[in-house]
């Protein structure tokens, strides 16, 4: 289907989701963006209209910043990305100076995109996808089977630029995450973990119906399952067994309405079969809006199953 360190300990509860998938929803197309004024990112156009339409949009940016990573053009790799842009990868999280190293140390080679959805919320175009790659870290290759990503753009200064990036893809087994490679804002750190501590205590609670208000229409998540939408998370709040975890080097950045929060969440979690170990792992949540109204556009959780 193409489709913040603030504090040591703060409860949540976990993000395990079933292994369905559902249709995503989409806004109305807006009016066209402003000309082009940052020559090497991605020039915008009107908003797409229909399902197929963003779905296109997504797979040309996605595979278009591919081939700036794979032909080393790391002028064009920073263009793309907004100056708050947050990545995270098995090794942990990186903002857009520190993540340079990291991609270039990646050597990827010879990516196959596949699978793209991609939805509308506001400013935001969220898309996951699969893709397979030839990448390694020091030395040590990583899995080379099609594994998911999650992407979040909006049009700033006429162009088409990142917010926040997720891969899943790592070694087997995953090593624990170093601490973040940036302080980032205190103040924005401990806003960003409060509002992430409010959606998982209300999964962890399973009190659903604040669980369900702060989920967006449209919004999208990545997992060890997979790709997943937002019945998807309602279902896995009402299946998942978890244990109390742990947030550590909470950061938070703002784009423009979003405000991209990440961690390393420490927990355990069973639904059904599947059993993630409670072990440190990068955790990404991205919030459009503020304050009570404030809702969750897209999630990644780097944990592997045992």
């Known amino acids: 289907m193409n489709t913040t360190r603030i504090c040591k300990s703060l409860f949540a509860a976990a993000l395990l989701l079933p292994n369905m998938m559902s249709a995503p929803l989409f806004a109305q197309a807006s009016a066209p963006a402003a000309p082009v004024s940052a020559a090497a990112a991605a020039p915008a156009a009107s908003w797409p209209a229909d399902e197929a339409g963003l779905n296109a949009l997504a797979a040309k940016l996605i595979n278009g910043w591919f081939q700036q990573i794979t032909d080393k053009d790391m002028k064009g790799v920073m263009a793309a990305m907004q100056p708050t842009f947050q990545v995270i990868t098995f090794e942990g999280v990186f903002d857009p100076a520190t993540s340079m190293s990291h991609i270039s140390n990646l050597g990827t080679k010879s990516p196959k995109v596949s699978d793209v959805i991609a939805t509308r919320v506001g400013d935001a175009l969220i898309a996951t996808c699969l893709v397979k790659a030839d990448q390694e870290i020091d030395g040590k290759k990583l899995s080379s089977d099609a594994m998911p990503r999650l992407g979040v753009w909006q049009i700033v200064d006429g162009a088409w630029k990142m917010a926040a ?131 969750v556009i897209a999630l990644a959780n780097t944990n592997k199953e045992k």
Do not use: Y
């Not at 709040?237 to 244990?243: G, P, Q, V």
């Not at 975890?245 to 703002?254: G, L, S, W």
């Not at 784009?255 to 409670?278: E, F, I, S, Y």
């Open 165 to 295: 990036w997720a891969s899943l893809n790592s070694p087997s087994p995953r090593p624990a995450p170093a601490a973040p490679t940036f302080a980032g804002d205190a103040a924005l750190n401990t806003q960003g973990a409060a509002m992430l501590t409010k959606l998982l205590m209300a999964q962890h609670k399973k009190d659903l119906p604040t669980f369900d208000a702060m989920l967006a229409t449209g919004m999208q998540v990545v997992n060890f399952k997979g790709q997943k939408v937002r019945d998807d998370m309602i279902k896995g709040a009402k299946m998942a067994t978890t244990e109390l975890p742990v947030i550590a080097d909470a950061r938070a950045t703002k784009c423009g309405d979003l405000l991209v929060v990440t961690c390393n969440l420490t927990m355990g979690q069973k639904v059904g079969w599947a059993t993630l170990p409670a072990n440190p792992a990068p955790f990404l949540a991205v919030f459009q809006g503020s304050g009570d109204a404030a809702k």
